[in-house]
């Protein structure tokens, strides 16, 4: 009995090694109530070894079990990846539909990696100008302002910086006058054009002269001569009304009659025009200057002859009343000169009455072919100088200047281009408003 007993050890004892811990502790468990072998029947020891064969197949089996479940989930993971990575191997070749997803598909993703790229390479340019901050980075900062600055803000600025070009173009402009100025290159009554302004030199030169000399006090004048020079302004002004409202005829037979009133009427001239600005004479003295000296001249409604005074051509000084020996006393419509006979007429304030076309006719009738006419008026008789310029074309003069850039006065020069003598009953009526003088 006893070596049938250690043969049956010997026969479990493998059998156990084998299993695992859940195994061995049933076995041990067995050992603990084992009984003794000798009351077995030979039956019960087989049941005992086909058992321990069963419970090793099934755990061989389990085993085989689990490690297939490991591979094929392995295997799943890997065809999952190699679907993402190789989405084209997915599609059919002749499909477009899914040819042009998978397209999209991949544009998408380019996408996707260029913007991780460029965030990178911002983040990596910023971390450089943090670490190297200086004057440039400063600089690009207000640039980067300035870009994110508002519409009005960028406006206001662009008007800033063309003021500040302008500025510094007139500046230059004004030096190089003034160094014109000083080297006498620059005559005083030429007028430069500066930014679509004339400016008259000599005006100019008047103004700074005037800021620079101290104003001299004003003195109040006694009550009765104050009356005096009211009374005077007042017989000026109605004198002007009557030598506008007749024609010459009439006006020359008035003073005729009434020579104080003549003198009247010069003394409140005088007094006007010490309140102008510019004498409109003085500026045709200094035209007719530049004229050679050859050249003839008839000044209509001369006053005092200033210009036959001034100028060292022959001058024929017309008016109603002759003031001096330079004067000649006639009707201005008809005067005692020949045809053809004149290189210059002159016409300056003195276009008064109700026959200004027989003034203008007389002035074709004794200038030469070629010949000149000028004329200075108060701008506030035009209504439209052009239309006056276009009748003055009717009676055979062509306007060759203008300067209108005064306030005051307006100076023009007409050329004779043709004879009007046989065509005066055709031609149109010139009519200008007349000079209302303010009471003062």
């Known amino acids: 009995m006893a070596k049938f007993k250690k043969s049956l050890r010997d026969k479990q004892e493998p059998v156990v090694k084998s299993t695992k811990t ?11 109530n084992e009984v003794p072998l000798s009351g077995i029947h030979k039956s019960n020891l087989k049941k005992l070894n086909t058992s ?4 090793k197949n099934t755990y061989t089996n389990i085993q085989s079990i689990k490690k297939k479940k490991k591979r094929d989930s392995k295997n799943n993971l890997d065809v999952k990846d190699t679907k993402r ?14 040819s042009e997803v998978s397209e999209k598909v991949q544009i998408n993703i380019n996408k996707t990696e260029r913007k991780k790229r460029k965030r990178s390479r911002k983040r990596k340019r910023d971390n450089l100008d943090h670490a190297n901050k200086g004057p440039a980075t400063i600089d690009g900062k207000e640039r980067n302002k300035k870009l994110q600055m508002p ?16 500025k510094k173009v007139n500046e230059k402009k004004m030096k190089q006058i003034s160094a014109e100025v000083g080297a006498q290159q620059v005559k005083p009554d030429k007028i430069v054009k500066l930014n679509k302004h004339k400016i008259n030199i000599k005006q100019l030169e008047e103004m700074l002269t005037g800021k620079s000399q101290p104003k001299p006090k004003v003195t109040q004048l006694p009550l009765r001569d104050r009356m005096i020079t009211q009374l ?35 003394a409140g ?4 025009l010490e309140q102008w600005a510019v004498n409109p004479l003085d500026v045709i003295i200094s035209s007719i200057k530049k004229l050679s000296t050859d050249n003839v001249i008839a000044d209509f409604g001369c006053g005092e002859a200033r210009l036959a005074a001034s100028v060292p051509h022959k001058v024929h000084s017309f008016d109603f009343i002759a003031l001096n020996d330079r004067v000649k006393a006639c009707d201005m419509a008809h005067t005692p000169l020949l045809m053809n006979s004149v290189h210059v007429v002159v016409f300056c304030l003195s276009l008064m009455g109700s026959n200004l076309n027989d003034y203008i006719i007389e002035a074709n009738r004794i200038l030469k072919n070629n010949g000149t006419l000028k ?24 306007n060759t200047w203008k300067d209108l850039s005064h306030n005051l ?11 009007i003598s046989m065509k005066r009953k055709n031609l149109p009526s010139i009519t200008l408003k007349s000079c209302l003088y303010k009471k003062r």
Do not use: C
Request: glycine share 0%.
């Open 22 to 32: 859940s195994i061995v502790k049933k076995q041990r468990k067995k050992k603990d």
């Open 151 to 166: 519409a009005t803000n960028l406006d206001i600025e662009r008007r800033k910086t063309k003021i500040e070009k302008l």
């Open 52 to 55: 321990n064969e069963v419970a």
């Open 232 to 266: 005077r302004a007042s017989r000026f002004r109605f004198i002007n009304e009557i030598l506008y409202s007749n024609d010459s005829s009439q006006s020359k037979h008035y003073f005729k009659t009434d020579p104080d009133a003549f003198m009247a009427y010069h």
């Open 409 to 419: 006065f307006y100076f023009m020069d007409f050329k004779k281009e043709e004879d």
């Open 269 to 272: 001239y005088k007094q006007q």
């Open 375 to 398: 004329i200075a008026e108060v701008e506030s008789r035009f209504e439209d100088v052009k239309d006056f310029i276009r009748l003055l074309r009717s009676y055979g003069f062509k």
């Open 85 to 98: 990575s190789d989405v084209q191997a997915k599609y059919p070749k002749d499909n477009r539909k899914t």
